[in-house]
């Protein structure tokens, strides 16, 4: 069976995240309860589901790590030395601890929507039916996302295989009774099965989540809401290069008229409830898990700043895009990322740049022959020109006009999380970088491999070839 390190598989802890005002934001979680007291009364159970949030804080997971893990795989940093063999494809071993803590960490997430859906249904008629529905809709959205980022780690993107049949991880759908019980050796799933379960997830929390607010409060961006699924959903569609649905949903989220470009490139990763801002993981210094291991510890020159951004990633920029200007860090030549320069600093997860750019790479793909798309073009230089006014993005052809628009979302969500995922999921080898060799696209070294540990325990869980 899967082994959860950290877990009382009997009880739930929940903090007082978002509970009546900011200052609460950032308060302890609760001590942990049994079941019958974190679901006795209403006020209980709104703070249990906010304990789902505080799963997503862990510092393994997307407290930070994991959305490092898949930049420092990518090309726009240069290859930290504290983060054992990840960055070094091939030096990579299955006993890798810090392998072992991420893929525990997202496990874990998984956990406490699992045993929140388990228990609100035991529980039934304590809350409200609109706050119960509520808060199943945000179990299901977390672990819709949980299960995005293990599904890119460990295993190879979708179009690997034509159909998603080749293996991805093992969908943990419940929490059981017995469960050391070796019917709880649970296999891996198909990499089709798991994003199916993705998009079912996301389309049953839809319609009970609420709408962000114009005017963006915390609630808006730390917790779930039908912006922040569909901006989801259209990336899980634009993974599965299925372009027709991800460009539906990305009109969604366009057609809400929630979300708009932040004025200032820089505000957004300061003010964190922008209204570029769809969903964030939402944290601060006081959050004792993620201080060693926050954005802002390892991408800040002023904190640790293991982690340089290269020479390379910067002069992609106009000495002009205030994206080099203000969230490029330069010493004598040496560049850090300045999008994160405290432990406080949230991790952004999704922003309506992203949400714009897939839908210019939509219709860029789906363009007939090889002509390019008018309306791509406009989208692309609308996130070009927040940043750099002085320069326009052209193309003559449509391979021409894809191959930019995939440089502007290098460009403009560098640091977020999305560096070798970008490369794995159009096909493209991963280049040459510092001491990094050229991975090639489907080479066994660009997943992650499932920890020894794990494996030994479970005889169901095939390792990925190569480790």
Same mark, same amino acid.
């Given at each position: 069976?899967?082994?959860?390190?950290?877990?009382?598989?009997?009880?739930?802890?929940?903090?007082?995240?978002?509970?009546?005002?900011?200052?609460?934001?950032?308060?302890? &979680?609760?001590?942990?309860?049994?079941?019958?007291?974190?679901?006795?009364?209403?006020?209980?159970?709104?703070?249990?589901?906010?304990?789902?949030?505080?799963?997503?804080?862990?510092?393994?997971?997307?407290?930070?790590?994991?959305?490092?893990?898949?930049? *420092?795989?990518?090309?726009?940093?240069?290859? &930290?030395?504290?983060?054992?063999?990840?960055?070094?494809?091939?030096?990579?071993?299955?006993?890798?601890?810090? +392998?072992?803590?991420?893929?525990?960490?997202?496990?874990?997430?998984?956990?406490?929507?699992?045993?929140?859906?388990?228990?609100?249904?035991?529980?039934?008629?304590?809350?409200?039916?609109?706050?119960?529905?509520?808060?199943?809709?945000?179990?299901?959205? *977390?672990?819709?996302?949980?299960?995005?980022?293990?599904?890119?780690?460990?295993?190879?993107?979708?179009?690997?295989?034509?159909?998603?049949?080749?293996?991805?991880?093992?969908?943990?759908?419940?929490?059981?009774?017995?469960?050391?019980?070796?019917?709880?050796?649970?296999?891996?799933?198909?990499?089709?099965?798991?994003?199916?379960?993705?998009?079912?997830?996301?389309?049953?929390?839809?319609?009970?989540? &609420?709408?962000?607010?114009?005017?963006? /409060?915390?609630?808006? +961006?730390?917790?779930?809401?039908?912006?922040?699924?569909?901006?989801?959903?259209?990336?899980?569609?634009?993974?599965?290069?299925?372009?027709?649905?991800?460009?539906?949903?990305?009109?969604? +989220?366009?057609?809400?008229?929630?979300? /708009?470009?932040?004025?200032?490139?820089?505000?957004?990763?300061?003010?964190?409830?922008?209204?570029?801002?769809?969903?964030?993981?939402? @944290?601060?210094?006081?959050?004792?898990?993620?201080?060693?291991?926050?954005?802002?510890?390892?991408?800040?020159?002023?904190?640790?700043?293991?982690?340089?951004?290269?020479?390379?990633?910067?002069?992609?920029?106009?000495?002009?895009?205030?994206?080099?200007?203000?969230?490029?860090?330069?010493?004598?030549?040496?560049?850090?990322?300045?999008?994160?320069?405290?432990?406080?600093?949230?991790?952004?997860?999704?922003?309506?740049?992203? +949400?714009?750019?897939?839908?210019?790479?939509?219709?860029?793909?789906?363009?007939?022959?090889?002509?390019?798309?008018?309306?791509?073009?406009?989208?692309?230089?609308?996130?070009? @020109?927040?940043?750099?006014?002085?320069?326009?993005?052209?193309?003559?052809?449509?391979?021409?006009? *894809?191959?930019?628009?995939?440089?502007?979302?290098?460009?403009?969500?560098?640091?977020?999380? @999305?560096?070798?995922?970008?490369?794995?999921?159009?096909?493209?080898?991963? &280049?040459?970088?510092?001491?990094?060799?050229?991975?090639?696209?489907?080479?066994?070294?660009?997943?992650?491999?499932?920890?020894?540990?794990?494996?030994?325990?479970?005889?169901?869980?095939?390792?990925?070839?190569?480790?």
């Amino acid at each position: 069976m899967l082994k959860f390190k950290y877990i009382l598989m009997g009880s739930i802890a929940f903090g007082s995240l978002f509970v009546s005002c900011e200052k609460q934001l950032f308060e302890s &979680p609760y001590a942990q309860l049994d079941p019958a007291e974190a679901f006795a009364s209403a006020d209980r159970i709104a703070k249990t589901a906010i304990g789902m949030y505080d799963a997503l804080q862990n510092r393994e997971f997307l407290g930070g790590r994991v959305l490092i893990y898949s930049d *420092i795989r990518g090309i726009d940093c240069g290859v &930290p030395s504290n983060f054992g063999n990840i960055p070094n494809f091939s030096l990579l071993r299955s006993d890798d601890l810090i +392998v072992e803590d991420a893929f525990i960490g997202g496990y874990r997430t998984i956990n406490e929507a699992n045993l929140f859906l388990k228990n609100i249904a035991i529980y039934s008629g304590i809350a409200s039916p609109e706050d119960e529905a509520k808060y199943k809709a945000e179990a299901k959205f *977390i672990r819709a996302l949980s299960y995005f980022y293990l599904i890119n780690l460990w295993a190879q993107p979708y179009k690997f295989t034509a159909d998603g049949s080749h293996l991805g991880v093992p969908l943990v759908l419940a929490v059981s009774d017995k469960p050391f019980d070796p019917s709880n050796r649970i296999p891996r799933n198909t990499v089709k099965e798991v994003y199916d379960q993705i998009i079912k997830d996301l389309e049953e929390a839809y319609p009970s989540l &609420p709408e962000a607010t114009n005017t963006r /409060s915390i609630s808006d +961006v730390g917790r779930a809401t039908k912006g922040a699924v569909d901006a989801l959903l259209a990336r899980v569609y634009l993974y599965k290069q299925d372009y027709t649905k991800a460009l539906e949903f990305a009109n969604k +989220v366009i057609s809400s008229s929630k979300y /708009s470009l932040e004025v200032s490139p820089k505000d957004i990763f300061t003010k964190y409830t922008t209204p570029e801002s769809i969903f964030s993981v939402a @944290h601060n210094g006081s959050d004792n898990p993620n201080t060693n291991h926050a954005l802002g510890q390892h991408y800040s020159p002023g904190l640790r700043g293991d982690i340089q951004a290269s020479p390379d990633f910067v002069n992609l920029m106009t000495t002009n895009d205030l994206r080099r200007k203000d969230l490029i860090v330069d010493e004598d030549g040496a560049f850090w990322n300045g999008k994160f320069t405290t432990i406080g600093d949230w991790a952004p997860v999704m922003r309506y740049s992203e +949400v714009l750019l897939t839908k210019a790479e939509a219709l860029a793909n789906l363009a007939s022959g090889t002509s390019v798309s008018a309306e791509a073009l406009t989208i692309v230089n609308q996130v070009r @020109h927040r940043s750099d006014a002085s320069t326009s993005i052209v193309a003559s052809a449509k391979s021409e006009l *894809i191959s930019k628009i995939l440089q502007e979302r290098r460009i403009e969500l560098a640091f977020e999380g @999305h560096g070798t995922f970008e490369f794995l999921r159009t096909g493209r080898d991963i &280049p040459a970088h510092g001491t990094a060799k050229e991975q090639k696209w489907g080479a066994t070294t660009v997943v992650l491999p499932f920890p020894q540990a794990e494996v030994q325990q479970n005889p169901n869980l095939v390792q990925n070839p190569g480790y």
